[in-house]
């Protein structure tokens, strides 16, 4: 199924006209002219069953018998072709939340998920014709591309090395977007956005991954601490040589080099130890 503009003339033509035939069967009745009147009451009744009021942002896809005819887009009041039903299809831009779903990241991690998915009907007629209820249809197949989606990723890469949900949120999203439109182009519905809301490690394992977390933040911050440790001791060294200061012999620069490692490395405040010479 595919949309197309439906047949439709102004309203208020069609609204006087029945008026106009209003006020003739009155006359026929009250002049006792029986067969005139049921003609023009039978006119007034068919014409009045093609009036439609379209409200702003809102679609009427038109079925004559049985046959899709149109769709009706433009907002107001339009006369269309009598005997029809219509379906009424809102072309508003919605949200819809996805419950926090658990699933099992690529690393078989247990992982609690939910996203919000922004969306409208493009496509009446595939909205309407293609699938049962589109919006029970959006909601279906948004958990299952989440679930597709974080599957595909591990929840954290703790070396630093690859897409993860929690460090690369905007390029999940942006395949979750992708993957919706396709699953949902059936139903005539154009994804706008679509974004993670809620990530988390499950309960059971929450504890457990928290230190680990807390053990690696510890670890690159210690190698960081090492890095900078050495660069201030080969620093030192260099310094005290170029300006004459002292003559360190090797025995000397080792000893150097790990007393500033000890006091830079150290959780605790360095305590020096003053030489205040021998006693003989």
Not at 10 to 33: D, K, P, R, S, W
Not at 98 to 125: H, M, Q, W, Y
Not at 193 to 218: D, F, G, K, N, P
């Amino acid at each position: 199924m595919g949309e197309k503009n439906a047949w439709k003339v102004n309203g208020f033509v069609c609204i006087v006209i029945v008026l106009a035939l209003i006020a003739g069967c009155v006359y026929t009745f009250m002049h006792e002219q029986i067969v005139p009147g049921i003609i023009l009451t039978t006119l007034a009744v068919i014409l009045s069953s093609g009036i439609r009021v379209v409200q702003p942002n809102e679609a009427r896809a038109v079925i004559f018998f049985g046959n899709y005819i149109g769709t009706v887009r433009d907002s107001g009041i339009w006369f269309i072709v009598p005997l029809c039903i219509d379906r009424k299809i809102s072309l508003r831009v919605r949200n819809f939340n996805c419950k926090t779903l658990k699933v099992n990241d690529v690393d078989g991690n247990p992982i609690e998920i939910a996203a919000v998915v922004v969306f409208r009907v493009v496509d009446s007629a595939k909205a309407v014709f293609d699938v049962d209820d589109y919006e029970e249809f959006v909601e279906i197949q948004s958990e299952t591309a989440l679930r597709h989606v974080a599957t595909g990723y591990p929840y954290d890469t703790f070396e630093d090395a690859g897409y993860s949900l929690r460090g690369n949120s905007k390029e999940v999203a942006d395949e979750l977007c992708h993957e919706l439109q396709d699953r949902l182009s059936l139903a005539g519905v154009e994804v706008m956005e679509a974004r993670l809301t809620h990530l988390a490690y499950a309960t059971e394992i929450a504890s457990a991954m928290l230190q680990r977390q807390q053990a690696s933040a510890i670890l690159a911050a210690r190698q960081k601490i090492v890095e900078g440790a050495v660069g201030m001791a080969q620093m030192a060294i260099e310094q005290l040589q170029q300006d004459g200061l002292v003559d360190l012999d090797e025995e000397r620069k080792v000893a150097m080099i790990n007393n500033i490692m000890v006091a830079i490395i150290s959780d605790r405040g360095a305590q020096p130890i003053i030489n205040t010479g021998s006693l003989y």
